[in-house]
């Protein structure tokens, strides 16, 4: 089983405040790096999947960036609002079979 | 709306017996997967399945089992070899079960032992 690690384990920040988090993964194998975003009492949603060494994602205030070779990804938020609220993951994949293995999240709170 | 239907919300197992949790999706998605949720522990996979009528052990198999008979359903059963049953479990689905395709879960089952 890979071993992936997210820090911060938790975060608490004001609104609009911009902050970042971060995933570390071997980088042996690696084929894709997914991240999710799991509000409470939802399911888990999927934000992006990374392939590319360099990549770098955007999805209206969150982006992300992938380093295949030392093997970390970061996730962006800028100007945090109360609904970005939710435990974030990641979860690399080695092989082409989608076999995800995730990391504990970090778990985001946005207050007034 | 097109999604992924994971029944029953809460489940009470006693000790001894086998439980089967549901999961339905009507997305068109050959793969479907099954994981499971401990506090402090990431999600962990149990089972996923590529295509119809094909399954593969993730993580933790152990005291499981799946079938795979029609596309849009994955149901997972606990049996009474599964030591340590009380977990939230969770369905996915992808549009293939290539590593690069983002997958949609369900809401998710937790099951307790009485």
Redesign the interface.
């Known amino acids: ?1 890979l071993n ?1 690690e997210q820090s911060p384990q938790s975060l608490h920040v004001q609104e609009g405040d911009s902050t970042n988090f971060t995933c570390s993964f071997p980088s042996s194998n690696f ?2 790096l ?1 991240w ?1 975003r799991w509000e409470t009492a ?5 934000l992006f ?1 990374m ?1 590319l060494n360099g990549d770098e994602k955007k999805k209206g205030r969150i982006s992300a960036t992938l380093n295949t070779k030392e093997g970390y990804s970061y996730l962006y938020i800028k100007g945090s609002q109360p609904e970005d609220s939710a435990t974030y ?1 990641c ?1 690399p ?1 080695t ?11 970090t778990r985001l709170q946005v207050t007034l | 709306d097109g999604g ?1 239907t994971q029944s029953p919300k809460y489940l009470f197992r006693k000790e001894g017996q086998n439980v089967t949790l549901s999961c339905e999706q009507n997305l068109n998605h050959d ?1 479907m ?1 099954w ?1 499971r949720q401990d506090p ?6 149990i089972y ?1 399945s ?1 295509i119809v009528n094909d399954f ?1 052990k ?2 933790i198999a152990e005291g499981y089992s799946v079938s795979r008979e029609k596309k849009e359903s994955f149901p997972l059963t606990v049996t009474s070899a599964q030591k340590n049953p009380t977990a939230f479990y ?1 369905c ?1 689905s ?1 549009i ?13 089952t937790r099951l307790s032992i009485l």
């Open positions: 089983i992936v084929y894709a997914h999710y939802k399911s888990p949603e999927a999947v392939t993951l979860a994949n092989g082409t079979a989608s076999k995800l293995t995730f990391g504990t999240g | 992924i793969a997967y994981y402090g522990q990431g999600l962990r996979l996923y590529q593969q993730g993580d969770l996915a992808s293939s079960g290539v590593g690069n395709q983002p997958q949609h879960f369900g809401d998710g």
